[in-house]
């Protein structure tokens, strides 16, 4: 792909990513996305985020997404003549991005005080499992891990009286993605404070927890534990405290989630499904109602979707104006003309995978959007042009790098 | 309890929101906590989701968290008084979040134009279900139906061999909040361009669908099916490309995830459970075969968690060095002692619900944290501050406002 300028808003911002899984890359992407130039640290084997996912002709495509529009530059971080090189670099960035384990950076002579020597207003952003601090600060960090201690894991499950089959993981790397946008945010509020804060601090030390992300999202259960000695249950495919939310079968074997829990909505839905007259019955005549009788309202609605397919279902719930969509697989957000419209499936071309589909950008920013420069690129592409650029490197020198296995 | 000064890298930027629910109020919560001062707009019959959650005295706990560190102005927006006085504080904001319907703020008087008039370099965060273009612009935004057109719903599923149920809702409003998260990393992109960006663009819109904040986290999986056509399959507990990671039944009805998807630590659970000789058993001597036999392997793992409770199970793991925790409910969240050590559960006192917990503020700035100002405040608690300060009204004026219902 032809590069082009950086664009989008960050273009001018400067990261240097010391990274390595989902959490530090994820956030990376998302601020090389809007147009910041990333520059990401690899060993001379490559991030092993590398080989995750399917591969084709030896690629991954997962990093043909998760490495888009960074530079990678190659930088055994372990030889002794990294951290000078790593450190001129360091001098020329706002922000670095890192998710070793905690503590590790000051092995590799990469601790605070040095990376702040070199660059005294540096935004730094750790990303690990537990913080950078605190009993659990030196545990191996697992995202599964971190999403159970997060309290997301406890209620994404079935009510125990309908299954004892375990609670279900959300399918994606979750907790490292939510960690990565805090990241990212927290990046953002140090860079604001650095130019433009009237707060005490200059310096700005992020410190992103994978559980601690997680934890954030849980509304205001800590508070209702904490008063009322609450402990939210799960409820499976509804919502505990509204009626009828959820997903339902079709005949031909998917799921079309419908969200009908208002009076109005779901005496239409009802009317919708043939059964007009059950919007008057006792059971279900306002949303406390329907929440005692929740099992046998769903088994009515499902009663209605089993005979049918979900693009007939669908289409009929749609005309009535019920919201509700099909439980969208890949294959159908990629076909979405919503997700078409707003440039959220992307035509992309990937030297090692051809022609392919990216996700678009995330925010959408109309006046000034970010866009896809190229794809993921390959361990140590832009080691020459960075080492120059950034770190003052000729030619000779960093032929001799290269020799002595540094780069 | 005693405000004290703003603190935290935000300090000295001001928001105002036109939001309500979760999305657009949890975004402000985010800039809040880190020292933004943030004015949320009310209607006089305050933002509907103070009703809920669960209540204490007729006052919302999740209120008490999501509206914390910001102050309530009340203006009810339908009043043709009310653009003027709004655009009045507008002219002092640096940024403005809003999730009402696309277009309703246009309605309103307030459209982007008049907004941008009253303060040209004012950054505008949109959050919606489906953004504010497309054919799906106007239908009605639910968070179940975003996740799910997001493609979160499909995969939060047992394997359809091991289970009928329907998949399984995250068990929290988690699209609202990632799209709260992307909105607010987006002001700050924003405010970063408007003060150092070297783009073209000065002028800063963001559009924020809750819809593609959740498809933003689908890892490789569009590259995936463009190129292979691969679809990604719900698997449950599990991780479908490695194993094993799963949550286990102990005696007293918990769960406990293990996350042993190594060689190595494969071998060392094996050992703690008693069963050594499996490690060199051929169906469990690498990833590849274990994934072939994973049933047989999580039943061997789970004979061995069912017969302990769940205290000792994760003792004896952990003593092991094997990364696993139970599935934490808000009860062990809260007496967690790393949470706890990090100040993830702090003590706040609010007037309407006496002495209580509140999650702590993420991400932690350990050089400038935010901190914990007060509580969600009552309706319009601020009003008659913020008008004299932000929109130069006399307390006279004020009166009459209150007297006319504008307030």
Redesign the interface.
């Given at each position: 792909m032809a590069a082009g300028p950086?664009?989008?808003?960050?273009?001018?911002?400067r990261i240097l990513e010391i990274g390595h899984f989902v959490a530090a890359p994820f956030c990376t992407r998302?601020l090389a996305d809007?147009?910041a130039d990333v520059i990401k640290i690899e060993p001379p084997t490559g991030d092993p985020v590398r080989q995750?996912?399917?591969q084709?002709n030896g690629h991954?495509?997962?990093?043909?997404?998760?490495g888009r529009n960074k530079r990678s530059v190659t930088l055994d971080l372990k030889h002794p003549k990294a951290p000078e090189i790593l450190l001129k670099m360091i001098a020329r960035c706002d922000a670095l991005v890192e998710n070793l384990r905690p503590g590790h950076l000051d092995k590799l002579q990469l601790g605070v005080d040095r990376l702040r020597a070199a660059k005294p207003d540096l935004v730094i952003?750790h990303i690990s499992g537990?913080?950078?601090?605190?009993?659990?600060r030196d545990?191996?960090a697992?995202g599964?891990?971190g999403e159970?201690?997060?309290?997301?894991?406890?209620?994404?499950?079935?009510d125990?009286e309908?299954?004892?089959?375990?609670?279900?993981?959300?399918?994606?790397?979750?907790g490292d993605?939510?960690a990565g946008?805090?990241?990212?945010?927290?990046v953002?509020?140090?860079?604001?404070?650095r130019?433009?804060?009237?707060?005490?601090?200059r310096?700005?030390?992020?410190?992103?927890?994978l559980?601690?992300?997680v934890?954030?999202?849980?509304?205001?259960?800590?508070?209702?534990?904490?008063?009322?000695g609450?402990?939210?249950q799960?409820?499976?495919?509804?919502?505990a405290?509204t009626a009828p939310?959820?997903?339902?079968?079709t005949k031909d074997?998917r799921?079309l989630?419908i969200?009908a829990?208002s009076d109005r909505l779901c005496a239409r839905l009802l009317e919708a499904i043939g059964q007009p007259h059950l919007a008057a019955d006792g059971r279900f005549a306002d949303n406390a109602t329907r929440l005692q009788n929740v099992k046998a309202l769903d088994a009515v609605i499902a009663g209605w979707t089993r005979e049918r397919s979900i693009v007939e279902a669908e289409d009929l719930l749609v005309a009535a104006d019920i919201?509700?969509?099909?439980?969208?697989?890949?294959?159908?957000?990629?076909t979405?003309?919503?997700?078409i419209?707003?440039g959220?499936?992307q035509d992309v071309y990937d030297d090692n995978?051809?022609a392919?589909?990216?996700?678009?950008i995330?925010?959408?920013?109309?006046?000034?959007p970010g866009r896809i420069r190229w794809p993921g690129p390959a361990i140590g592409a832009h080691t020459r042009e960075v080492l120059q650029e950034l770190a003052g490197l000729g030619t000779e020198e960093i032929d001799r790098l290269g020799e002595y296995g540094v780069i």
């Open positions: 950086p664009r989008g808003p960050l273009a001018g911002l998302l809007l147009g995750w996912g399917a084709c991954s495509l997962w990093w043909s997404v998760h952003a537990f913080g950078q601090s605190g009993p659990y545990r191996a697992f599964v891990i159970a201690m997060g309290g997301l894991r406890y209620l994404t499950n079935h125990p309908e299954s004892d089959l375990p609670p279900v993981r959300a399918g994606i790397s979750i993605s939510i946008l805090y990241a990212a945010f927290g953002l509020a140090g860079l604001w404070n130019d433009r804060g009237t707060g005490t601090g310096v700005q030390s992020i410190d992103v927890a559980t601690e992300s934890f954030s999202l849980m509304e205001g259960m800590l508070a209702e534990y904490s008063v009322l609450l402990v939210r799960p409820v499976g495919s509804r919502i405290t939310s959820s997903a339902y079968p074997g799921w989630v969200a829990n919201p509700c969509c099909k439980a969208y697989t890949i294959a159908d957000c990629a979405d003309p919503q997700f419209a707003r959220m499936v995978l051809g392919m589909l990216h996700p678009g995330v925010p959408h920013v109309p006046d000034n």
